[in-house]
């Protein structure tokens, strides 16, 4: 028996040279009501709103800070850091770096590298200007398809942003990563609560339920 659509959800119009991975996501994107709130708001991408409900909770992000923002292609999250510090207005700055090039974002400095070249840690230092008040991290590693491998890539990326969060951040300053769930990053928290007074791990509603996906907070660096 064919399953009916549901009712009030758009249908792909054509699954031509798609495979069904692809037609599945494509359907989901479609559907996605933070895929169209995205739209409607003017930001890049659905993630923004990961952003903007973790920090409607924690009120992280205020006028004037120095923000970090690690793997920002395509700009969701440069965005709203810039909007809650107010970086169009001068009283703050936002400093983003991805592999992927993007277009220019309103109080965004951008530059495209790769955070894991060694001469990245230099060239951020040079442009940060001085230390930062917290370090944003979106990051996601190439996926290969087997999940333990996934999961340890992506870790291993967040212990390398964190432990530059540590070399740049100022006293109280906070670190914001995108995690995997897998058993392995409970040592990645260890290691922060050495370091930051609070560490968390948040899943906002935008993130969607049944992925593996978190984000670990660490809040009150203690420099």
Same mark, same amino acid.
């Given at each position: 028996?064919?399953?009916?659509?549901?009712?009030?959800?758009?249908?792909?119009?054509?699954?031509?040279?798609?495979?069904?991975?692809?037609?599945?996501?494509?359907?989901?994107?479609?559907?996605?009501?933070?895929?169209?709130?995205?739209?409607?708001?003017?930001?890049?991408?659905?993630?923004?709103?990961?952003?903007?409900?973790?920090?409607?909770?924690?009120?992280?992000?205020?006028?004037?800070?120095?923000?970090?923002?690690?793997?920002?292609?395509?700009?969701?999250?440069?965005?709203?850091?810039?909007?809650?510090?107010?970086?169009?207005?001068?009283?703050?700055?936002?400093?983003?770096?991805?592999?992927?090039?993007?277009?220019? +974002? @309103?109080? =965004? %400095?951008? $530059?495209?590298?790769?955070?894991?070249?060694?001469?990245? &840690?230099?060239?951020?230092?040079?442009?940060?200007?001085?230390?930062?008040?917290?370090?944003?991290?979106?990051?996601?590693?190439?996926?290969?398809?087997?999940?333990?491998?996934?999961?340890?890539?992506? +870790? @291993?990326? =967040? %212990?390398? $942003?964190?432990?530059?969060?540590?070399?740049?951040?100022? &006293?109280?300053?906070?670190?914001?990563?995108?995690?995997?769930?897998?058993?392995?990053?409970?040592?990645?928290?260890?290691?922060?609560?050495?370091?930051?007074?609070?560490?968390?791990?948040?899943?906002?509603? @935008?993130?969607?339920?049944?992925?593996?996906?978190?984000?670990?907070?660490?809040?009150?660096?203690?420099?």
């Amino acid at each position: 028996m064919t399953k009916k659509p549901e009712r009030g959800r758009t249908r792909l119009k054509t699954a031509k040279g798609r495979t069904t991975s692809q037609q599945i996501w494509l359907q989901r994107q479609i559907n996605d009501p933070y895929v169209k709130k995205a739209k409607s708001a003017g930001y890049r991408s659905r993630a923004a709103f990961k952003l903007i409900e973790i920090d409607d909770k924690y009120r992280l992000l205020k006028p004037g800070m120095k923000v970090l923002d690690l793997g920002a292609a395509p700009g969701g999250w440069s965005q709203v850091a810039a909007e809650r510090i107010q970086a169009v207005k001068s009283k703050g700055r936002v400093v983003a770096i991805d592999i992927l090039d993007i277009e220019p +974002v @309103a109080g =965004v %400095e951008f $530059a495209q590298m790769d955070f894991l070249d060694e001469d990245a &840690p230099e060239k951020l230092r040079k442009m940060l200007k001085g230390p930062a008040d917290a370090v944003i991290c979106d990051m996601a590693a190439n996926a290969t398809g087997h999940r333990r491998t996934d999961h340890l890539k992506i +870790v @291993a990326l =967040v %212990e390398a $942003a964190a432990e530059f969060a540590r070399e740049v951040l100022s &006293p109280n300053g906070f670190f914001l990563a995108k995690v995997i769930q897998g058993g392995t990053e409970a040592i990645l928290l260890a290691n922060l609560k050495r370091d930051f007074v609070s560490v968390k791990h948040v899943k906002p509603p @935008a993130s969607r339920t049944g992925s593996s996906e978190l984000y670990v907070l660490a809040t009150g660096f203690r420099g």
